[in-house]
């Protein structure tokens, strides 16, 4: 006996299948929601995805705020910033609070925004890369990593209805240049 909608091969025995965990009845294939996907309800990758944006959301309201501290009174912050090696002149302070306060912004719409794409495939797209994005900033670098590898399951790709996602490392004419292509169906 297979699985009605992801074809894995079950026991006879079997009401639900250990991939999809779709219940089976029969033959006929079972679809609960009108959208995208096999199931209408959320995996547990979209709970994580929610907690990471929350944070996410949170370190750039931190970097606004402490970048506009930096830029409105550099000559508090100017000492420590010369002695820590991030500034080497009293010039520079403002325009690393300027960049702290881009950062905070640019981080915070983008968590912010991802609340509300939709349940579609560009909307998983958009969301990996809003997870990637807080790659960038380093303390959210283990973050992303658990968060990615969740949001690749198969059941959160079923749920935002991408077919298939893959990962292929190529090596191209320059001896040390390696690209990474994502391709999505």
């Not at 002149?89 to 403002?94: C, I, K, N």
């Not at 059941?155 to 040390?176: F, L, N």
Request: proline residues 5%.
């Amino acid at each position: 006996m297979h699985c009605t909608q992801c074809g894995q091969q079950l026991s006879n025995q079997a009401k639900f299948c250990t991939r999809c965990r779709a219940p089976q009845s029969g033959n006929e294939p079972i679809v609960y929601s009108s959208g995208p996907g096999i199931t209408s309800r959320p995996p547990s990758a979209i709970a994580i995805y929610t907690v990471f944006s929350i944070l996410l959301m949170l370190c750039g309201v931190f970097l606004i705020f402490s970048g506009s501290a930096i830029y409105a009174h550099p000559s508090e912050f100017a000492q420590r910033l010369i002695a820590s090696g991030r500034a080497a002149s009293f010039d520079e302070v403002p325009a690393f609070g300027a960049g702290m306060m881009l950062i905070g912004i640019i981080c915070s719409t983008a968590a912010g925004s991802s609340w509300f794409f939709p349940r579609t495939r560009w909307g998983w797209i958009l969301r990996l890369l809003v997870m990637m994005l807080a790659a960038w900033l380093c303390i959210f670098l283990p973050f992303s990593i658990i968060a990615s590898i969740y949001w690749c399951k198969r059941e959160t790709r079923d749920y935002y209805g991408v077919r298939s996602c893959q990962c292929r490392i190529v090596w191209c004419s320059i001896p040390t240049d390696w690209r990474i292509i994502v391709k999505v169906r």
